[in-house]
């Protein structure tokens, strides 16, 4: 009887073992990250999957499941599979470790913010020799749109939007503090704020993030200059305005209230203004449909300034599909994805349409002088790691209580980013 | 029926008796395969990640160039030992296990012994105090950041005891401490379910005899019940130490849409450490050598702790 059940036992644990085994090699022929097969025959094409990655909202999401059940009309050997990351922090997170364990998408819509790290350590691919031919005009994208995602030279992304940041008020606050003409300068956002603050709502968030700090920065008339000019006389001028602005009471960040984004707390309505960009609106038509908001260029400090948002897509380097993956792109960046995206708020890097913006996007008209100005956001190549010091120095100091000013702040962070 | 001679070590029975069946009556043999699908998948998953990372602890070695990986000795370790954030991780992670593994072995005990007790309902008692371990760490931290909010009436009634009505998790005074509170409300549950199965097996007749000897309630808690849970109590410490010492989930959600370890790396540990370095920067051989390093913390501490409780036993 014994014998029979240690019999019974080993049976049990051997088809375990086999199970184990069985499931642990079952993973090798799924479909994502880049190592997917090269190539299927089905029928008489051979169909490529290409693996698209992306952060966004559900809207977005919709666009791209459209577009990759239509993409077989113009390329039938293309099999498109969309990929949504919760957040741009976890799209960034991720993709180093799926680059090293082989498992990243081909193509990933990414912003400007964070890509120059990327290129830098060689982690995109260069797109000139492969440009020609997927068949991508690039003729058809504005140069400046263009220009952000060309890096020594080289190509690296095809561009799907450009946008600058704007400055983002809610109206019915606005008239209720009997308050005139929106703000030119910050210290018309001063005075503004200064009435607006109330025990329902502050005067002005101010997120401590680099987004947000590089705007304040480039109406300063500054920037970071790839990491040489971090601690300059304007990027100072620009963070001690921040500081001020909480030493008086009038700005608060969404950590304080317990919000994760400056987003959630206008929606919220728990402040007035804030530094943001054209995401506000799908965001906002989500989150309180209600809300009147207006957008306004961003302040000037000393000159005209703001940032450059501009997304594209990108090849990943390790990639065994680039070729499918630019022809993919490229469908994504034609007219009918592109007006789709117009539609929801999207500034279209391609010419033609980005004339229709305005006129489909009245809420952002009077952002359209900034396309002029705007710029790229110059963070140096280690870029995650700069944000990161300088979002913690920027924090200890508003919500820390350290007494570091804003020239202390900035240059220890020039001291590690010589 | 079998005739293995253990005397001789071999089979003296029918001819032809399978190698298997032979393999299936060796106790010894069993046992190995018993344990072999965890032995493979622990190699797998733990010893050898374990080896490979200490292996790039001593490279100058990127995540976006594996293959360009050069060996730099100890440089790794010398630069993170001169990084004064590795010491501010290291004893953000100490102040957490200091705060909440006596916390946590106190009321898991209290809560143990509550619900061992002939009362009412016990079962529901036990259901509810163990649903936060089993329950997803996110899920909790976001109850509890909703909770810590500026103005809500928990803020405002530690505002009553000098804390400041502040939201918690963005204030760097209190910022750690809402992780300790985190972690022990979601960890006692574990350590009470643990003691309740050590008490459930304290022998009844020591405490009859203690009865009849005119033993007091605190005694026989004193001089039965705690030496009795003396394995236990090191087996929760260990545990809760190495589990406090690897938080990593609530620290990511309450840092979410901003630097990891925020407010301004108030919440930083050497868990955040390594995967800023390792993962974020990718910078694959110093985040190795940070966890190396904290492979030798977690060793010292519990080597300490079985010290200490074989010394006091």
């Known amino acids: 009887m014994a014998g029979s059940k240690k019999r019974f036992s080993l049976i049990v644990t051997v088809l375990l073992v086999i199970a184990v085994a069985l499931s642990a090699c079952g993973g090798k022929n799924n479909e994502s990250g880049n190592g997917n097969k090269p190539g299927t025959d089905t029928g008489n094409v051979k169909k490529v999957t290409v693996n698209m990655g992306f952060w966004g909202t559900a809207q977005d999401l919709k666009i791209y499941q459209d577009a990759a059940k239509a993409i077989s009309g113009e390329y039938p050997e293309i099999d498109l599979k969309i990929k949504q990351y919760p ?17 990243a998408p081909d193509l990933i819509a990414v912003s400007n913010e964070g890509a120059y790290e990327y290129i830098d350590k060689g982690l995109f691919a260069p797109l000139d020799d492969l440009i020609g031919k997927a068949g991508v005009d690039l003729g058809r994208f504005t140069p400046s749109a263009l220009n952000i995602w060309k890096v020594n030279d080289k190509q690296y992304g095809i561009p799907a939007s450009s946008m600058p940041a704007m400055f983002l008020i809610n109206e019915k606050l606005w008239k209720d503090a009997n308050l005139g003409d929106y703000p030119k300068t910050w210290d018309d956002v001063k005075a503004a704020a ?70 959630e707390v206008f929606s919220n ?73 117009l539609d929801i708020g999207y500034n279209t ?40 010091e300088l979002v913690k120095q920027v924090e200890n100091r508003v919500l820390g209580g350290s007494n570091k000013t804003a020239k202390e702040i900035l240059d220890s962070i020039q001291e590690q980013f010589k | ?168 998790f963005a204030d760097t005074r209190y910022a750690l401490l809402f992780v300790c509170l985190l972690f022990i409300f979601q960890n006692s549950g574990f350590t009470m379910i643990v003691y309740l199965s050590g008490l459930q097996e ?35 410490v260990s545990v809760t130490t190495i589990v406090g010492f690897q938080i990593f989930d609530q620290i990511a959600a309450i840092s979410r849409y901003g630097a990891l370890g925020s407010p301004a790396g108030a919440t930083s540990t050497v868990v955040t450490y390594f995967y800023q370095h390792g993962i974020r920067y990718m910078n694959i051989g110093y985040g190795s050598a940070a966890v190396v390093l904290f492979f030798i913390i977690i060793m010292l501490i519990t080597f300490l702790q079985k010290k200490l409780l074989d010394e006091k036993g």
């Open chain 1, 87 to 103: 957040s741009s922090e976890q799209f960034w997170n991720t993709l180093p470790g799926e680059i090293a364990a082989g498992v």
């Open chain 1, 194 to 263: 200064t009435k607006l603050n109330s025990d329902k709502s502050h005067g002005i968030i101010i997120n401590i993030d680099a987004y947000h700090i590089t705007n304040y920065v480039k109406s300063f008339g500054g920037g970071w200059g790839n990491g040489k000019t971090i601690n300059s006389p304007e990027n100072v001028q620009a963070l001690e305005f921040i500081i001020d602005m909480f030493k008086d009471g009038l700005a608060v960040t969404p950590k304080s209230l317990g919000f994760g984004w400056d987003g």
């Open chain 1, 269 to 341: 309505e728990k402040g007035a203004m804030t530094t943001g960009g054209y995401w506000y609106k799908p965001y906002l038509k989500d989150a309180n449909p209600d809300l009147k908001f207006a957008a306004v260029p961003v302040p000037k400090g000393t000159v005209e300034g703001s940032t450059m948002i501009s997304n594209a897509y990108v090849v990943l380097k390790d990639s065994k599909n680039q070729e499918a993956a630019l022809k993919a792109a490229n469908y994504l960046t034609n007219d009918t994805v592109q007006t789709q995206f």
């Open chain 1, 349 to 388: 890097a391609v010419a033609s349409l980005s004339k229709q913006y305005f006129e489909k996007n009245p809420e952002f008209k009077d952002i359209e002088p900034a396309l002029a100005y705007s710029t790229d956001f110059g963070y140096p190549a280690d870029t995650k790691r700069f944000i990161d």
């Open chain 2, 1 to 168: 029926m079998s005739q293995y001679s253990k005397q001789e070590g071999r089979i003296t029975g029918r001819p032809g008796f399978s190698r298997l069946r032979m393999l299936a009556d060796s106790d010894k043999a069993l046992g190995w395969i018993f344990v072999l699908p965890f032995l493979v998948l622990w190699c797998w998953w733990f010893f050898y990640p374990f080896v490979q990372s200490f292996v790039r602890s001593f490279q100058d070695a990127n995540f976006a160039a594996l293959g360009q990986a050069k060996f730099i000795g100890l440089e790794n370790y010398i630069n993170i030992l001169q990084d004064k954030l590795f010491y501010e991780a290291v004893w953000h992670s100490l102040e957490i296990v200091i705060i909440s593994v006596p916390v946590q072995t106190f009321l898991g005990l209290s809560l143990a012994i509550l619900v061992n007790k002939k009362l009412k309902g016990k079962g529901i008692f036990r259901t509810v105090f163990f649903v936060p371990y089993i329950t997803s760490q996110i899920a909790i931290t976001t109850v509890f950041m909703m909770l810590f909010k500026k103005g809500t009436f928990l803020t405002d009634f530690f505002g009553k005891f000098g804390f400041g009505d502040v939201t918690w």
């Open chain 2, 202 to 236: 304290v022998p009844k007749d020591l405490y009859e005899a203690g009865e009849i000897d005119g033993a007091s309630g605190w005694n026989k808690f004193r001089f039965i019940t705690l030496p009795y849970l003396k394995p236990i109590t090191f087996f929760i």
